[in-house]
């Protein structure tokens, strides 16, 4: 019929309408089901065609696949677990001596056996001795689980401190010495009561008069020797302690570099010279040495009781019977010295003489030391230097009060100690007495040698 067009291809649109149902009919189906219902039953359905851009939009509306979440997520490896680090394990030991107590003793009351003890005294030795130590020394030991040493430290004041470190199998001695700084000073006066009160008088440490009187022990007997009037000088060291936040405090008197004590009985000067290194002391304005080979007395004393005699009347047994020894007062507890250097080759009990403690020296003599109420641990055989404290005042054996019976022997036989004429020490060399000869006359105008007619206490 004329005017009228035949579709073109209606086969293609059918094709493509009925793949497009289908595919819906399939995922309406899919969508029912994964939502529990029962899928419809397609029974006498009309089937209707549909336009090729209604295929696209039931495509679209087809569920796609998710796309993965974790496409663009970047995976950090994880590493490989680190091996455990053993923690160290430090058993600290710390204290404070006690009057009478040594290292070992303290250290085995805290569970340190003497293997310890030995191995730190011998690794420390080349630095300290510790036949040395004292009550108020301070220790702080660390070791490790299995005991071993690993830090040791040892503090006997706030200028004198020692330590050990571990450095592989080996213990290093260390010495630390805190920054000073020192300056000149000198001080004089007159004695009024005694040499410790006129010192502190003038704003000094007592410390100052025992280091003066130490300088003449061999000459003055500062214990029942000084008089009213007496006269003193001293060019010593003033010791600076620098914290740290850079403040510097006073901590006392340090060296001293020259002495004069003049009395009615006479006049005694000294100087410190060096020699060389560890060779140092105080010699006598001529080159001679001020020590002699003994003390003039082996403790600070109140007062001597009994002298040297032949024949004097026991105070105990009540008969007469030579006394051959020197009898000094003083109160239960005061350090006894050795007079001069040598070897122990007695300590105990000693008849009535109780508690006693002799040392051998060169040329033949032995001082003995008798009555002591206690004494250091001392080993027979064991090298004492001059002024060590071998003992304390007691009242042991055949006795009435707390003193020291002294007594000094020559080849065997008694001679009284106050009438011994003791030779010096070594002179100034003659090769360094030009040396020594500069340094003294320098010491000594510093000293001021004029008459004394004002007190003073200044720095140089």
Not at 113 to 125: C, H, Q
Not at 197 to 202: M, S, Y
């Amino acid at each position: 019929m004329r005017g009228w067009r035949k579709p073109e291809s209606t086969s293609a649109i059918g094709a493509a309408s009925w793949g497009s149902l289908a595919l819906a009919a399939v995922c309406g189906a899919l969508a029912t089901y994964q939502l529990g219902a029962q899928p419809a039953r397609y029974t006498n359905a009309a089937l209707l065609p549909v336009a090729l851009q209604a295929e696209s939009a039931v495509s679209e509306s087809v569920p796609r696949a998710p796309e993965p979440i974790l496409s663009n997520v970047a995976f950090t490896p994880v590493p490989e677990p680190l091996p455990a680090v053993p923690i160290e394990v430090r058993v600290f030991s710390e204290g404070t001596l006690r009057r009478g107590e040594t290292l070992a003793s303290a250290l085995s009351k805290q569970g340190v056996g003497a293997e310890r003890v030995n191995e730190i005294a011998k690794a420390l030795r080349p630095s300290f001795d510790f036949r040395y130590a004292r009550a108020g020394d301070r220790y702080r030991l660390a070791r490790d689980a299995e005991g071993r040493i690993l830090e040791f430290d040892y503090v006997r004041s706030e200028f004198e401190r020692y330590g050990l470190r571990r450095v592989g199998d080996r213990l290093v001695a260390e010495r630390f010495e805190p920054e000073l700084r020192v300056e000149r000073a000198r001080l004089a006066g007159m004695v009024t009561t005694s040499l410790y009160d006129a010192i502190t008088a003038l704003g000094e440490s007592g410390d100052l008069s025992h280091d003066f009187a130490e300088i003449f022990a061999w000459d003055v007997d500062f214990s029942r020797s000084v008089r009213t009037g007496d006269e003193f000088h001293i060019l010593y060291e003033r010791r600076y302690l620098r914290s740290d936040e850079g403040r510097e405090r006073y901590v006392g008197p340090g060296r001293v570099l020259a002495a004069r004590y003049a009395s009615s009985r006479g006049e005694h000067s000294a100087v410190y010279y060096e020699q060389g290194k560890g060779r140092a002391g105080y010699y006598r304005p001529d080159g001679s040495a001020v020590e002699r080979q003994f003390l003039q007395a082996p403790l600070r004393y109140r007062r001597i009781t009994s002298t040297y005699s032949t024949g004097r009347l026991h105070p105990v047994l009540g008969r007469r019977r030579p006394h051959l020894g020197i009898d000094y007062a003083a109160a239960t507890g005061t350090p006894v010295w050795a007079v001069g250097e040598g070897r122990v080759m007695f300590r105990g009990w000693y008849g009535g003489l109780g508690k006693t403690v002799k040392i051998r020296h060169s040329n033949g003599f032995e001082s003995w030391y008798g009555h002591l109420s206690r004494y250091p641990n001392l080993a027979l055989g064991q090298q004492v230097r001059q002024k060590q404290v071998i003992g304390y005042v007691g009242s042991t054996g055949l006795s009435t009060g707390p003193h020291l019976h002294f007594v000094l022997k020559k080849s065997g036989r008694h001679v009284n100690p106050s009438a011994l004429r003791q030779a010096a020490a070594s002179p100034i060399p003659r090769e360094q007495m030009k040396q020594f000869a500069a340094d003294r006359d320098q010491l000594l105008q510093a000293l001021d040698p004029s008459a004394l007619r004002v007190v003073t206490n200044e720095a140089l």
